[in-house]
């Protein structure tokens, strides 16, 4: 199983804050099933330190191999860090050794130019995923905009942990449940910032997920299958 959005790596963004941490989440990792992780950290605009992101990454890795996991390089791209890269140059960001690109729109509002990013991404060859499109409100009441993302073969990447929330009136679970039933997720994942993230999921994916929704196969990831 590939967790395919993590912020695992320390030290770099809001995820683990140091060492200790990263290898805490790795261990509730294995537990949650997983033995490949791409660790995605933010970037965002302004522009955002690659070397130390490898860095923690190199340092990680041993102890990562040791619990069964392999630590892959990855990116969370926002769409907002195209102030200061061309398309060409963002695709330095995509997962290593691959042509996919994980991307994160913007808060509340989509951007307009969602679309056009897409499609020059594709142009470059990408494969483009979509991050958590359950946290971009104005989805739910535009189904159309997700329509489109899929027709023009972006994949979807759901934070699963969100079916956990209570309420029976929560709109970020109900979308998130409206997606799944219509097959339109390709990965679960855990969006994990801490350890107890990886718990979360854990529990999320027992109760609403497949396994088929963290594993490669020839369209998604290929790349990584050994
Ligand atoms: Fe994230």
């Known amino acids: 199983m590939i967790d395919i959005h993590s912020h695992i790596l320390f030290g770099v963004d809001d995820g683990a804050k140091d060492y200790d941490e990263s290898v805490e989440m790795l261990k509730a990792a294995r537990k949650a099933g997983f033995d490949k992780i791409i660790a995605t950290p933010h970037v965002r605009s302004p522009h955002y330190n690659k ?25 969370e791209y926002n769409i907002s860090a195209l102030t200061d890269d061309t398309i060409e140059g963002a695709m330095q960001f995509c997962t290593e050794g691959t042509k996919t690109i994980l991307l994160e729109m913007n808060g509340s509002q989509l951007v307009s130019n969602w679309e056009r990013v897409v499609i020059h991404f594709q142009r470059e060859g990408a494969d483009v995923i979509i991050a958590h499109p359950e946290r971009y409100p104005i989805l739910y009441s535009k189904p159309d905009i997700v329509l ?43 969006d994990a910032h801490s350890a ?31």
């Open 51 to 75: 070397q130390k992101a490898q860095k923690a990454l190199e340092e990680l890795k041993p102890v990562a191999e040791s619990l069964g996991i392999e630590l892959i390089q990855g990116y």
């Open 196 to 226: 107890e993230d990886y718990k979360d999921f854990a529990e999320a994916f027992r109760k609403y997920a497949d396994k088929r929704m963290c594993l490669a196969d020839r369209n998604s990831y290929k790349e990584l299958i050994k």
């Open 148 to 190: 489109r993302m899929l027709e023009v073969g972006c994949k979807l990447q759901v934070d699963i942990a969100v079916m956990l929330q209570k309420g029976l009136f929560n709109r970020e679970k109900k979308f998130v449940k409206n997606l799944l039933k219509n097959n339109y997720v390709r990965w679960v994942s855990s």
